[in-house]
């Protein structure tokens, strides 16, 4: 009834903005297709969950919950602080990293500031810089699916206010190695911010040459930002917990000046930290994914099916190119409860990123593509 006046007092940047791409949920696919047995391939999360430690902290959790939680995160910043070599004022916490990426373009971009980024990207980081009414460059990848070192090195030389570099890529998973980060530092001026997102930096860690991104940029005078998440290797993706190192305790104070106060629960709080103290859990889950990923790219070339491609992987996830329309393909995988993300941008429609699962689930997807596909 009042939709037109709404739309008068909407922000102009506002519908201009895509629509986030969240997704199926399992149970939308379990009654819309009528399979019982679901395979999640599609958000990238950790199939072997969090550590059982995570259970027991959250287990008295019911006692808790009427009191707020503590605003500054005091534990976990600690914790965090005393692995990765930073003081605890260095550190930020968010209802996930996602969350420190809405904080970072409020606190520091203005309608008409420049921001550069990959294409395709993890969809906020372009959707949160346009919300604030900033121009964003997306660069193209190389034909073989990697990013495109000199493109990056010209494009940060004219100086945008932030970059927004996930490393290795989502979608794609492809990385800088530690020579080309080298030269991205040196291409970039002393007045860029630059985001770094690792949000899957437990698993590239173990692709050889994969940068110490925090010591390259310790090295330097420049304001930065390195972003990980708790969603990923971590397992606890349901909770929402990111955190950011950065270069100076200033550029926190920036971000808690537009942070809402308690924007991370006593759920989260207490989880993280209990995942935390148990890197060899989460250790663990990372090199069996990395075996399965590995043993899925041999599978998937030994179908050979004509035209598929496979972007290099440095993360739990691959980025296919199965030089068809996506649209009927993802709709037979669903047929059979494999939930996969098939690439809507323009360009990448004949694509799906699929998350690396557990072994079960890894067969049963390359079962499926090999018979929808039509291999042997
Ligand atoms: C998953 C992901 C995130 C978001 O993680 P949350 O901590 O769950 O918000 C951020 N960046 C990239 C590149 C991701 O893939």
């Given at each position: 009834?009042?939709?037109?006046?709404?739309?008068?007092?909407?922000?102009?940047?506002?519908?201009?903005?895509?629509?986030?791409?969240?997704?199926?949920?399992?149970?939308?696919?379990?009654?819309?297709?009528?399979?019982?047995?679901?395979?999640?391939?599609?958000?990238?999360?950790?199939?072997?969950?969090?550590?059982?430690?995570?259970?027991?902290?959250?287990?008295?959790?019911?006692?808790?919950?009427?009191?707020?939680?503590?605003?500054?995160?005091?534990?976990?910043?600690?914790?965090?602080?005393?692995?990765?070599?930073?003081?605890?004022?260095?550190?930020?916490?968010?209802?996930?990293?996602?969350?420190?990426?809405?904080?970072?373009?409020?606190?520091?971009?203005?309608?008409?500031?420049?921001?550069?980024?990959?294409?395709?990207?993890?969809?906020?980081?372009?959707?949160?810089?346009?919300?604030?009414?900033?121009?964003?460059?997306?660069?193209?990848?190389?034909?073989?699916?990697?990013?495109?070192?000199?493109?990056?090195?010209?494009?940060?030389?004219?100086?945008?206010?932030?970059?927004?570099?996930?490393?290795?890529?989502?979608?794609?998973?492809?990385?800088?190695?530690?020579?080309?980060?080298?030269?991205?530092?040196?291409?970039?001026?002393?007045?860029?911010?630059?985001?770094?997102?690792?949000?899957y930096y437990e698993?590239?860690?173990?692709?050889?040459?994969?940068?110490?991104?925090?010591?390259?940029?310790?090295?330097?005078?420049?304001?930065?930002?390195?972003?990980?998440?708790?969603?990923?290797?971590?397992?606890?993706?349901?909770?929402?917990?990111?955190?950011?190192?950065?270069?100076?305790?200033?550029?926190?104070?920036?971000?808690?000046?537009?942070?809402?106060?308690?924007?991370?629960?006593?759920?989260?709080?207490?989880?993280?930290?209990?995942?935390?103290?148990?890197?060899?859990f989460m250790a663990?889950?990372?090199?069996?994914?990395?075996?399965?990923?590995?043993?899925?790219?041999?599978?998937?070339?030994?179908?050979?099916?004509?035209?598929?491609?496979?972007?290099?992987?440095?993360?739990?996830?691959?980025?296919?190119?199965?030089?068809?329309?996506?649209?009927?393909?993802?709709?037979?995988?669903?047929?059979?409860?494999?939930?996969?993300?098939?690439?809507?941008?323009?360009?990448?429609?004949?694509?799906?990123?699929?998350?690396?699962?557990?072994?079960?689930?890894?067969?049963?997807?390359?079962?499926?593509?090999?018979?929808?596909?039509?291999?042997?």
């Open positions: 009834m009042n939709a037109a006046a709404i739309r008068e007092l909407v922000r102009p940047e506002v519908p201009a903005l895509a629509p986030y791409n969240a997704g199926l949920s399992s149970q939308a696919v379990r009654s819309r297709y009528g399979v019982e047995q679901i395979a999640r391939l599609a958000s990238n999360e950790n199939p072997f969950g969090a550590s059982p430690a995570v259970a027991q902290a959250l287990a008295g959790l019911a006692l808790r919950v009427g009191t707020y939680p503590d605003a500054n995160c005091t534990a976990l910043r600690a914790a965090i602080a005393e692995r990765t070599g930073a003081s605890a004022e260095q550190v930020v916490i968010g209802n996930g990293s996602e969350s420190i990426l809405q904080m970072l373009c409020q606190a520091f971009l203005s309608p008409g500031d420049r921001v550069l980024t990959q294409r395709p990207a993890f969809g906020l980081h372009e959707i949160y810089p346009r919300m604030m009414g900033a121009q964003v460059e997306l660069l193209a990848l190389t034909p073989a699916l990697e990013f495109d070192l000199g493109a990056w090195c010209e494009a940060l030389a004219r100086g945008p206010k932030i970059a927004m570099l996930a490393n290795p890529s989502n979608p794609v998973g492809c990385m800088f190695e530690r020579q080309g980060f080298a030269r991205l530092l040196e291409a970039t001026p002393a007045g860029t911010l630059l985001v770094i997102d690792e949000a698993y590239a860690q173990r692709a050889r040459g994969f940068p110490d991104a925090l010591a390259a940029l310790r090295a330097q005078q420049r304001p930065w930002i390195v972003l990980r998440t708790f969603s990923k290797a971590w397992g606890l993706a349901g909770l929402r917990v990111g955190y950011g190192i950065a270069s100076d305790a200033s550029l926190v104070q920036w971000l808690d000046r537009v942070r809402t106060p308690f924007n991370v629960n006593e759920a989260a709080q207490a989880a993280a930290l209990a995942a935390w103290g148990d890197e060899a663990q889950t990372v090199a069996q994914t990395v075996t399965q990923r590995e043993w899925l790219v041999q599978q998937l070339r030994a179908l050979a099916l004509p035209g598929l491609r496979i972007a290099p992987s440095a993360a739990n996830f691959l980025f296919i190119d199965l030089a068809r329309p996506n649209g009927p393909v993802n709709e037979a995988l669903l047929a059979r409860g494999i939930i996969v993300k098939p690439w809507k941008e323009a360009g990448f429609e004949s694509f799906i990123r699929v998350s690396i699962g557990t072994a079960e689930d890894n067969a049963r997807f390359l079962g499926a593509l090999g018979e929808i596909l039509g291999g042997h």
